[in-house]
T-cell receptor, first 116, second 117 residues
Framework: DTEVTQTPKHLVMGMTNKKSLKCEQHMGHRAMYWYKQKAKKPPELMFVYSYEKLSINESVPSRFSPECPNSSLLNLHLHALQPEDSALYLCASSQGGTHVWTDTQYFGPGTRLTVL | AQSVAQPEDQVNVAEGNPLTVKCTYS??????LFWYVQYPNRGLQFLLK??????LVKGSYGFEAEFNKSQTSFHLKKPSALVSDSALYFC???????????????FGTGTKLQVIP
């Protein structure tokens, strides 16, 4: 099973709202990722967690706050977003560990975020 | 720095004909290469990867890709296209010499494949 689930599928929020995106995997993967994808563009890496610790932050604005409560869950907390933050937010996971260079990332279906 | 290029924004092919989606890469060391497919409003689905060994890699849904080190290419192929193959295809590369961290994968800009009935 290579399933990564994401909730919600769609989210509409105002610029003053606080919301969270959730990602879950039960493949025993130890690396989890958040990507942002604009229409017809490649995914852009935002954050990487490895063994539940933040290992990469691609200079993402602080209005995006990631959290990894345990090895299966990854959250992205959103606050005071801008309309230009509207995009498809993708979560991915990979095995991590010893063979990290050959790791394959498996993606969830994404959350379509619209900021009004 | 690692990079990958997909020179065609769109590829059109008739159903039943062979298809090729092109990808070239640039890395410092030996590349690890991946192909993903994305259907509208969906996440990316892993198709196949090249790590080492046989230059012809077989993947999901009848797709295969050929690694060519001299031409720094990793083109995706399928002998007979289906209308259901119509989607956005991304090539990706990971460079072991990349100082940015092993988890970083660089994606190409994507190629839209349109299979015409």
């Amino acid at each position: 099973d290579t399933e990564v689930t994401q909730t919600p599928k769609h989210l509409v929020m105002g610029m003053t709202n606080k919301k969270s995106l959730k990602c879950e995997q039960h493949m025993g993967h130890r690396a989890m990722y958040w990507y942002k994808q604009k229409a017809k563009k490649p995914p852009e890496l935002m954050f990487v967690y490895s063994y539940e610790k933040l290992s990469i932050n691609e200079s993402v604005p602080s209005r995006f706050s990631p959290e990894c409560p345990n090895s299966s869950l990854l959250n992205l907390h959103l606050h005071a977003l801008q309309p230009e933050d509207s995009a498809l937010y993708l979560c991915a996971s990979s095995q991590g560990g010893t063979h990290v260079w050959t790791d394959t990332q498996y993606f969830g279906p994404g959350t379509r975020l619209t900021v009004l | 720095a690692q990079s990958v290029a997909q020179p065609e924004d769109q590829v059109n092919v008739a159903e039943g004909n062979p298809l090729t989606v092109k990808c070239t890469y640039s890395v410092s060391g030996n590349p690890y290469l991946f192909w993903y497919v994305q259907y509208p409003n969906r996440g990316l689905q892993f198709l196949l990867k090249y790590i080492t060994g046989d230059n012809l890699v077989k993947g999901s849904y009848g797709f295969e890709a050929e690694f060519n080190k001299s031409q720094t290419s990793f083109h995706l192929k399928k002998p007979s296209a289906l209308v259901s193959d119509s989607a956005l295809y991304f090539c990706a590369v990971r460079d072991p010499m990349n100082s940015g961290g092993y988890q970083k994968v660089t994606f190409g800009t994507g190629t839209k494949l349109q299979v015409i009935p």
